[in-house]
């Protein structure tokens, strides 16, 4: 897929977290959450920039995607540290969420295309494809995107709904 492709799938995979964070939280940080799932939507795709590194490599692995997710953790349960342990869990596990699933739903979009992605090499070479289109398919592209913006939309105003 492509960056529209990308963006969409991001969006369709953050929507049910969306639709929780916004009822528990605000319609302001589940819609923030959607733009910073959209934000990084492209992380695996930076292999093509790094020398050596073989696209659709490492970066497009549940190892890249745990990773990520750890990463997030650590810095959401920093940033919660201040209010306490509680909150240190709680921002630490929200960021394991927000990273992993973002990494996840590039892995989901790309198993779309022909190419596939072997979620789990090195230690397994099984490949996932459904082979529905190329990913260059414009169509397709902006299909996924049209879907994740109403898909995060909808999660957002049902979220907002919920009473207090």
């Known amino acids: 897929m492509y960056r529209n492709g990308h963006v969409g799938a991001s969006l369709v995979v953050y929507a049910p977290f969306g639709f929780l964070v916004t009822a528990l939280a605000s319609v302001e940080v589940g ?6 799932v959209a934000s990084l939507a492209m992380v695996p795709d930076l292999d093509v920039r790094i020398p050596f590194v073989r696209h ?14 750890v990463a997030f953790g650590l810095v959401g349960a920093a940033v ?32 779309l295309t022909p190419m596939g992605v072997r979620p789990y090499a090195p230690v397994r070479d099984d490949e996932y494809t459904l082979g529905l289109f190329t990913a260059a398919n414009p169509l397709a592209n902006y299909a996924l995107l049209g879907l994740g913006l109403v898909v995060v939309a909808v999660a957002l105003v049902a979220g907002e709904a919920v009473p207090a």
């Open 56 to 69: 659709r490599g490492i970066t497009h692995t549940v190892w890249f995607a745990l990773l990520v997710g």
């Open 31 to 36: 819609g923030g959450g959607a733009l910073g």
């Open 80 to 111: 919660g540290l201040d209010d306490g342990l509680a909150e240190a869990l709680l921002f630490g596990g929200a960021g394991f969420l927000f990273g992993a699933v973002t990494i996840v739903s590039h892995l989901l979009a790309d198993a």
